[in-house]
């Protein structure tokens, strides 16, 4: 059974820019969140969606956005890039919405650095 | 402000000993708790979780503890392998029904596991 797959895995931009990254879910999976992790915050939540609709969002300005799929794949997008917006993005998949006890299966993560 | 903290950065434990991880937390609504184990240039890995109404899961070699009144967990590995060392993630997120939240990570635990 695939994993989940993050592309691509590392992405140089330059400040002002604007990037666009995407997950495609273990099979079956129908919810995606997205986690930002830099060495001075650790791991924040993005946001989840499931059934194409974002169900939460953390703690993270307006030029974070993302965008899911009929078939669950998942994007998000962030403009106007910062340099402190440099992180590995991380996308995970559960089966069902906030399936807390099961866990949620990581990718392996897109790598972004701003310049 | 933190809501979970993993207070030690770093754990040195010999092979087929006992490893103990900590965690502490300040957010009252957490009711579920997760451990992630992550490898350099991978995504986390889902080791084990506990809800707030049990104080203990165990899964093989993996132990989880959860004291509600001191609002405080612990992961216990016994015995350590050295297929163990890697960065430990505590990571917690409160019940909301039908809704969907965001898991709180900790900064992580590096254990590494001496031959």
């Known amino acids: 059974k695939a994993g989940v797959t993050q592309t691509p895995r590392y992405l140089i931009k330059t400040r002002g820019q604007q990037v666009t990254l995407s997950c495609s879910p273990i099979?079956?999976?129908?919810?995606v969140s997205w986690y930002q992790q830099t060495p001075g915050q650790g791991l924040q939540f993005l946001f989840e969606y499931f059934s194409e609709t974002q169900r939460n969002k953390g703690n993270f300005p307006g030029r974070f956005s993302g965008r899911q799929f009929s078939n669950s794949r998942s994007e998000m997008n962030v403009s106007t890039l910062e340099l402190g917006d440099s992180a590995l993005y991380l996308c995970?998949?559960?089966?069902?919405?906030?399936?807390?006890?099961?866990?949620?299966?990581f990718g392996s993560g897109t790598r972004l650095t701003v310049v | 402000d933190q809501q979970v903290k993993q207070n030690s950065p770093s754990l040195s434990v010999q092979e087929g000993r006992i490893s103990i991880l900590n965690c502490d937390y300040t957010?009252?609504?957490?009711?579920?708790f997760l451990w992630y184990k992550k490898y350099p240039a991978e995504g986390p890995t889902f080791l084990i979780s506990i809800s707030s109404i049990k104080d203990k899961n165990e899964d093989g070699r993996f132990t989880v503890f959860l004291n509600k009144s001191a609002k405080h967990l612990s992961l216990h590995i016994v015995p350590s392998q050295p297929g163990d060392s890697a960065v430990y993630f505590c990571?917690?997120?409160?019940?909301?029904?039908?809704?969907?939240?965001?898991?709180?990570f900790g900064k992580g635990t590096h254990l590494i596991i001496q031959p």
């Open positions: 995970a998949s559960s089966l069902d919405m906030g399936d807390r006890l099961h866990g949620y299966t």
């Open positions: 099979s079956g999976h129908r919810s």
């Open positions: 990571a917690a997120t409160p019940y909301s029904g039908g809704g969907a939240d965001g898991l709180t």
């Open positions: 957010n009252s609504m957490f009711d579920y």
